[in-house]
């Protein structure tokens, strides 16, 4: 069987450097919020080219501070409305329910799977105090439409970068720059198997508001810079010492990474011809760091079980709708017609840094041979 992620495999490849980070934050005699998540936040900032960075414990919760702290900022308030893709995966929107925010789906569009710009104008309504966008997959989202459409409207733009680290975006103007800088503020999950990712959960938030960095960092601390002084009701969202330790690591092979997927990338999309699958839109080679490679087809279903005979394995994100979900009662009658296609018919096929020349090969053949 062609593994879907390999991710022992993944680890396995800095094992040596893994082990000896372990064995420091061991012996620091220090676990959590200490000098190596200083150090990490330092050198994720800089790699983000972001002022702040702050190492909270999960990607939802990286997404859950950033609006409470906008909330305290006094920015947002209780009831207020922020935009999301109606096919994101269910984090993005359980951050906005989670703070007593309304969220407000949009559809993607079809070809990118991000939120469409063009449809985001009607959703604003009075209450619209952000747009919260998902680089799905691991494709930057349309951020000069993004932010011009936000800047209109007095909004906050805040991206949900848990799919795609180190994903660069080139504006009208040609600048590039790297995703977690594109908007107000930025969330990421270090979940193992994203494409930065720790030996366990971890999350963090980036941005270049120095006010907002400050509140997060005490709201991720029972809302205290001071110990035993609370300055708001906060959570307990602390990235822990070794996960940071982990993560330094990894972030010095994530360029490396990225380059190796997006080779995987270009054979799927160079070899991949059969007229009954749909490959995935890259309007910038740069753009995109493939934390899944996804196809479509009419008949997924069918090609999901055959590809599981051919010993090719598969999964689909998503398989449910977040509008379809029993946790979302108030979208029981809602239609998202977009969201609803994409749902019947994505299958992811397998891509990370490890999968070998081979491998890759075999997948191609083994999807072109699908009729
Ligand atoms: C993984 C993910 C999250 C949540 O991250 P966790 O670290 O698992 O909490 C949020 N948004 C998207 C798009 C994700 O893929």
Same mark, same amino acid.
């Given at each position: ?64 501070? %950033? ?31 989670? *703070? ?46 993004? *932010?011009? %459409? ?63 960095? *400050? ?61 009954? %699958? ?5 309007? *910038? ?56 296609? %994409? ?29």
């Amino acid at each position: 069987m062609i593994p879907f992620l390999d991710l022992k495999a993944v680890n396995q490849q800095y094992q040596t450097e893994l082990k000896e980070a372990c064995s420091r934050v061991i012996d620091s005699g220090w676990y959590v919020l200490g000098k190596e998540v200083a150090e990490f936040e330092k050198e994720f900032a800089t790699y983000c080219e972001t002022e702040y960075c702050l190492g909270v414990a999960n990607g939802l919760d990286a997404l859950v501070l %950033i609006l409470r702290a906008y909330m305290e900022l006094g920015i947002i308030a209780k009831g207020d409305e922020v935009i999301v893709p109606s096919n994101t995966y269910i984090a993005s929107i359980l951050a906005i329910s989670e *703070n007593g925010l309304t969220p407000v789906l949009v559809e993607p569009d079809i070809k990118t799977f991000n939120l469409d710009p063009v449809l985001i104008e009607a959703a604003i309504t009075e209450k619209t105090k952000a747009i919260l966008t998902v680089h799905l997959y691991g494709q930057v989202t349309a951020m000069d439409e993004i *932010n011009s %459409i936000a800047k209109k409207h007095h909004l906050k733009v805040i991206e949900d970068c848990a799919q795609a680290h180190g994903a660069i975006y080139t504006n009208k103007k040609g600048q590039s720059k790297k995703v977690g800088s594109l908007g107000d503020a930025a969330g990421f999950s270090f979940y193992p198997g994203k494409n930065l990712g720790a030996l366990g959960d971890g999350g963090a938030v980036t941005t270049n508001d120095s006010e907002l960095a *400050n509140t997060i960092a005490a709201l991720r601390n029972y809302g205290s810079h001071e110990k035993y002084k609370n300055l708001y009701k906060g959570m307990n969202s602390r990235l822990d010492e070794i996960q940071a330790a982990m993560l330094r690591v990894k972030l010095r092979y994530l360029d490396k990474e990225i380059i190796a997927r997006q080779t995987v990338a270009q054979a799927y999309l160079k070899g991949i011809n059969n007229p009954l %699958i749909e490959l995935p839109l890259v309007e *910038n080679i740069n753009a995109h760091v493939w934390h899944l490679f996804v196809i479509k087809t009419t008949q997924r279903d069918k090609l999901a079980s055959y590809l599981t005979d051919n010993s090719v394995q598969s999964l689909i994100h998503y398989p449910t709708p977040p509008h379809q979900q029993d946790a979302y009662q108030e979208w029981k009658n809602a239609s998202f017609p977009i969201s609803e296609e %994409i749902h019947q018919q994505v299958l992811s096929i397998p891509i990370s840094p490890v999968i070998s020349q081979d491998e890759v090969d075999v997948v191609i053949s083994v999807v072109n041979d699908f009729s």
